[in-house]
């Protein structure tokens, strides 16, 4: 009788261990999870930034300056277009990251392609106030946007480093945990952009 009750008692010791093992890998889990889904929550926060102060260039451009409409209409357009893609953090794959990369570097290369062909050939702009801020806080939102996309690269590094080694990897596959895509660079960024082959579009 006593043995059975000691080896009853070592077998839920076994189970208890095991419980509490697998609860704080599990927590671990969720909280590196958390952590990728903030760093993606700032990533599309330095978005919004940009496509806010865009809007905001994009009104004092035309009120300051007689230009074709069509430059404005152009980044009016991939403003749109880069507002309508929309990433849910729990379908951060490689195919949703690189659409959703697309859709901003589009936009990028859209805005700060006309923004330089603003500066050379319409230098009365540069002058006024209301443009030099403009176009520094831009300038401080895409290094934003940089900084962001890496604190998420890191954060996904992380994540995705601890859900594949063992013995995480078990619980990781018990509980669901799936790797996230990091950010990677868009075809063709490797080279610089040319402003006038921009406006030739």
Do not use: H
């Not at 009104?59 to 980044?75: Q, Y």
């Not at 890191?154 to 990091?182: C, H, L, M, S």
Request: net charge neutral; hydrophobic share 40%; glycine share 4%.
């Amino acid at each position: 009788m006593k043995k059975s009750v000691v080896i009853i008692g070592v077998i839920i010791a076994i189970i208890a261990i095991i419980a509490i093992w697998f609860s704080g890998k599990y927590n671990s889990l969720v909280k590196q999870d958390e952590n990728v889904k903030n760093a993606w929550s700032n990533v599309e926060t330095s978005y919004q930034r940009r496509y806010d102060l865009i809007g905001n260039l994009v009104a004092t451009v035309d009120n300051a300056a007689e230009f074709e409409r069509g430059t404005l209409t152009d980044v009016i357009e991939a403003r749109s277009k880069a507002q309508a893609v929309q990433l849910n953090v729990d379908d951060l794959n490689e195919a949703n990251i690189k659409k959703f990369q697309e859709a901003q570097n589009e936009l990028n290369q859209s805005f700060m392609g006309r923004l330089n062909f603003l500066q050379e050939n319409y230098p009365q702009l540069t002058a006024t106030e209301q443009f030099r801020d403009l176009n520094s806080q831009i300038e401080g939102t895409e290094n934003r946007i940089n900084v962001a996309r890496n604190r998420y690269n890191d954060a996904v590094k992380e994540y995705n480093n601890t859900i594949r080694t063992v013995p995480n990897n078990i619980v990781a596959g018990i509980a669901g945990f799936t790797q996230k895509a990091p950010f990677s660079a868009v075809t063709g960024a490797e080279k610089a952009p040319s402003v006038r082959d921009e406006f030739k579009k």
